[in-house]
């Protein structure tokens, strides 16, 4: 019942229940995990920029979970949720800074 008012709520745009919706699709909370389909998601809330649902991007990005590695994407979106003051955000900033993984 629950997900699927999420799952309703998601599909309205609501950008906080996107991003719900995209982390229990990745942890596979109470039902299979599809982290492809939490990425889809996690960018839907994120491109209205949801610092939560940036923050939880950047960190698919940077694992290769549910999408293709890409340390760029990820200090992008790490970026853009560390300019609303996230600070686990602002941590991975500054670690891809220290490792020039990603950043120029």
Same mark, same amino acid.
């Given at each position: 019942v629950a997900k #699927?008012? %999420?799952? !309703? !709520?998601?599909e309205g745009g609501n950008c906080s229940a +996107?991003? #719900? $919706? *995209?982390? %229990? %699709? %990745?942890? *596979?909370n109470g039902f299979a995990?599809?982290? /492809?389909? *939490? &990425? #889809?998601?996690?960018?839907?809330a994120a491109d209205q920029n949801e610092k939560a649902a940036q923050y939880q991007l950047g &960190?698919?990005?940077e694992t290769g979970n549910g999408v +293709? +590695?890409?340390f760029a994407a990820a200090a992008? +979106? $790490? !970026?853009?949720a560390a300019k609303q003051e996230d600070v686990q955000s602002l941590l991975k900033l500054a670690s891809a800074?220290? /490792? *020039?993984r990603g950043v120029d």
């Amino acid at each position: 019942v629950a997900k #699927k008012w %999420l799952l !309703s !709520s998601a599909e309205g745009g609501n950008c906080s229940a +996107q991003y #719900k $919706f *995209g982390t %229990l %699709l %990745l942890e *596979g909370n109470g039902f299979a995990a599809d982290p /492809a389909e *939490g &990425v #889809k998601w996690l960018q839907l809330a994120a491109d209205q920029n949801e610092k939560a649902a940036q923050y939880q991007l950047g &960190v698919c990005y940077e694992t290769g979970n549910g999408v +293709q +590695q890409d340390f760029a994407a990820a200090a992008q +979106q $790490f !970026s853009a949720a560390a300019k609303q003051e996230d600070v686990q955000s602002l941590l991975k900033l500054a670690s891809a800074y220290m /490792a *020039g993984r990603g950043v120029d």
